[in-house]
């Protein structure tokens, strides 16, 4: 999954700090993340589902507000209105770039955030919110005790999570006139609520509320247990499958066609990133398949590789031509499984003579079913007489022609 470090301009013209996650095969969709408040971008749950849904074709931008993270600006003149905006700024950045954003994706305070700038993009198509707020205001919760001192000084020092913080009086007043039912209301975009029940910082009735009053399309997922932070890779990674099967009903999350097909009886192979390894195969007008290199070789480990499609034959003549000849004789074989091995030696380790190295396949055969022992001894000999198998051990000849391209 690659991921590029990109700023963009704020709601006030700060710089801010991003991460944009590509997908390493196709582009199908773009999401924007808002993170929970005081957090970044780089808390382990933006992290883990960005990269999930990477994984499954959904760019991802993440970024820290104004006056967070790496971001420029001073975080005590910051407030509610001022995330939303800045949420904004992100999306037409995403816009300028060719990567118009279609799903946002807000935790906690970021959720809230996410509801709230929906109504005012108009290409958003669906919002997804994790252990969101229905009211603003509760973050407020989180310093309770420093509220006095904020509202008769303007600002005040608060500690949360173990680092300072600078609260300042206007954003108390701003998240407390931060209702979200009329922005809910006027969602024209699905909806899906995730919550944990157990969840100690913003409680399951906040999912409730938010739920109850949006329109259909909504729906609504249980994290089950996972704490407020979603600091738990298995549910960060829950959380993202939801989101991404869900999200395919309302995004266009099929990919590109693979290339037309090639004649009957012709296995054709093309370049499907020039950057790298990853090949489209084609075999006949119905069958497609991706061949590419692992990543320690740089490829992007999206298909097989050769040397593995090579061994992917060798199994399944095997497999085919054991059960072929079963069925023939009637014979009790309720399953084949073939595991191959491919690797280069020396030959004269292979007892050739010769001080070159040569291929060899290494065959483990289970066949399950209740056989006699004369049966099976009788059908190792028949994987012998595989064609690929004979193909395979004696030599054979490769014939190339130069197409010239027009």
């Keep these: 999954m690659p991921t590029t470090r990109i700023t963009f301009r704020g709601h006030d013209g700060s710089m801010l700090a991003a991460r944009l996650d590509m997908p390493d095969g196709p582009h199908l969709a773009t999401a924007l993340f808002a993170h929970c408040f005081t957090c970044g971008k780089d808390i382990p749950a933006a992290r883990r589902i960005a990269a999930r849904l990477a994984g499954m074709g959904i760019a991802v931008l993440r970024f820290d507000f104004t006056g967070l993270g790496h971001s420029e600006g001073e975080f005590a003149n910051t407030s509610f209105t001022s995330n939303v905006d800045d949420l904004i700024a992100a999306c037409t950045y995403l816009d300028e770039n060719g990567k118009p954003p279609s799903l946002l994706i ?47 000084k303007g600002v005040s020092e608060v500690n949360l999570g173990g680092r300072p913080f600078n609260i300042g009086k206007s954003f108390i007043e701003d998240v407390a006139k931060g209702e979200l039912t009329p922005a809910i209301a006027k969602l024209n975009a699905a909806l ?77 192979v093309s370049e499907a990133d020039p950057n790298g390894f990853l090949q489209d195969v084609v075999s006949g007008p119905n069958h497609h398949a991706l061949a590419d290199e692992p990543a320690a070789y740089g490829g992007t480990n999206r298909g097989m590789s050769p040397y593995g499609f090579l061994s992917a034959g060798l199994g399944a003549c095997t497999s085919m031509t054991i059960r072929m000849y079963a069925r023939r004789k009637g014979w009790p074989l309720t399953h084949v499984s073939v595991d191959i091995c491919h690797d280069k030696v020396h030959a004269q380790d292979a007892e050739t003579g010769s001080g070159d190295k040569i291929d060899t396949w290494r065959r483990r055969i289970k066949l399950t079913g209740d056989l006699t022992d004369d049966q099976r001894q009788r059908l190792l000999e028949i994987a012998e007489k595989c064609p690929v198998h004979r193909t395979l051990e004696r030599s054979s000849e490769v014939l190339t022609e130069l197409e010239h391209a027009l």
């Design 106 to 152: 807000g935790h906690s305070l970021g959720g809230a955030a996410v509801l709230k700038a929906a109504s005012q993009i108009d290409q958003i198509k669906a919002v997804a919110t994790l252990g969101a707020p229905f009211d603003p205001e509760h973050v407020t919760h989180n310093f309770a005790d420093a509220l006095p001192e904020i509202i008769a």
């Design 192 to 268: 899906l609520v995730l919550h944990a029940p157990q969840d100690a910082i913003v409680s399951i009735d906040n999912a409730s509320q938010i739920f109850l009053a949006a329109k259909h399309p909504k729906s609504f997922v249980t994290l089950d247990d996972a704490d407020h932070l979603i600091t738990r890779a298995a549910d960060a990674e829950y959380a993202a499958d939801m989101i991404a099967t869900w999200a395919g009903r309302y995004l266009p999350l099929n990919p590109p066609a693979p290339p037309p097909g090639a004649p009957e009886g012709i296995v054709r």
